[in-house]
């Protein structure tokens, strides 16, 4: 069984930061052969991949909305995933939520939709006031 549990979350103003943690309790041996990504969903929308990066960090994917703004990475000793978010803008207020999939769920046609994970968080709360 897989869990996802994600931290650091929390209010800042724009321009502000914050990087979000998902740990996974997981084999270590699975983690590392996982795509992981990053969802977010605000209320009345739909759910949106943010970003994802390949179990071997060689690719990563970000949606057009944060690219130049945020920075996914994992670290595979410690089974766990961060996103980085930099200047941030009022439009990024959602509940933040990570994902794992199998290898082939990172893929630049695939790695946005949410139904190539497999194994979900249950989400942290950012919130960005103007």
């Known amino acids: 069984q897989v869990q996802l549990v994600e931290s650091g979350g929390g209010s800042v103003q724009a321009g502000g930061s914050l990087r979000v943690s998902c740990v996974a309790r997981?084999?270590?041996?699975?983690?590392?052969?996982?795509?992981l990504g990053w969802f977010r969903q605000a209320p009345g929308k739909e759910r949106e991949g943010v970003s994802a990066?390949?179990?071997?960090?060689?690719?990563?994917y970000y949606t057009d909305s944060v690219k130049g703004r945020f920075s996914i990475s994992r670290d595979n000793a410690k089974n766990t995933l961060y996103l980085q978010m930099n200047n941030l803008k009022p439009e990024d207020t959602a509940m933040y939520y990570c994902?794992?999939?199998?290898?082939?769920?990172?893929?630049?046609?695939?790695?946005?939709?949410?139904?190539?994970?497999?194994?979900w968080g249950q989400g942290t709360q950012v919130t960005v006031s103007s």
């Open positions: 994902a794992a999939g199998p290898p082939s769920a990172c893929a630049s046609n695939s790695w946005s939709s949410a139904g190539v994970f497999t194994y």
């Open positions: 997981a084999e270590h041996s699975r983690f590392i052969r996982f795509c």
């Open positions: 990066i390949q179990a071997g960090e060689v690719v990563s």
